[in-house]
């Protein structure tokens, strides 16, 4: 099954779109014409094998990440343990990529993912950063995300 690439790029921003509204009350806007360093911390990654094979990687910033998982848990980041900020973020990411798999291949395909990890260092990341890259504006702060998708 092949898409083409505006089907891939729509899926993708509805399912970081969606994710966002729903889980952190968060809106959020594609930036397609702004590129540029954003200095993030860490990367949120995922591989998935089914319906389809790719990885998808999350770049964000702190105040991005503080602002997402404040709104999740109704409270503030300093109260919060390093285990919840980041499971709070890696689930995130596991909804987000089932809702892009939705988004792109259907429902009625059973959908299977690795468990979402965190990356220190771009170093780490194994295969190809990803084929697609996304930039995107949460009420003021940038993060990218970057996608392979294997045909």
């Given at each position: ?55 998808i990687l999350f770049y ?92």
């Open positions: 099954m092949s898409f083409d690439q505006q089907k891939i790029i729509r899926a993708f921003n509805d399912a970081v779109i969606e994710t966002f509204a729903e889980m952190a009350f968060i809106d959020v806007v594609p930036e397609p014409h702004r590129e540029g360093k954003i200095s993030y911390t860490g990367i949120m990654g995922l591989e998935f094998s089914r319906p389809g094979r790719g990885h964000m910033t702190k105040d991005c990440k503080k602002e997402l998982v404040e709104n999740i848990y109704g409270e503030e980041w300093i109260r919060l343990s390093d285990m919840e900020i980041d499971d709070c973020l890696l689930e995130i990411l596991n909804v987000l990529a089932g809702d892009f798999l939705k988004n792109l291949f259907g429902e009625k395909d059973k959908v299977v993912m690795s468990f979402p990890r965190l990356y220190f260092d771009e170093e780490n990341i194994p295969g190809n950063p990803g084929q697609f890259r996304f930039v995107y504006n949460a009420e003021g702060a940038l993060f990218f995300a970057r996608l392979s998708l294997e045909n």
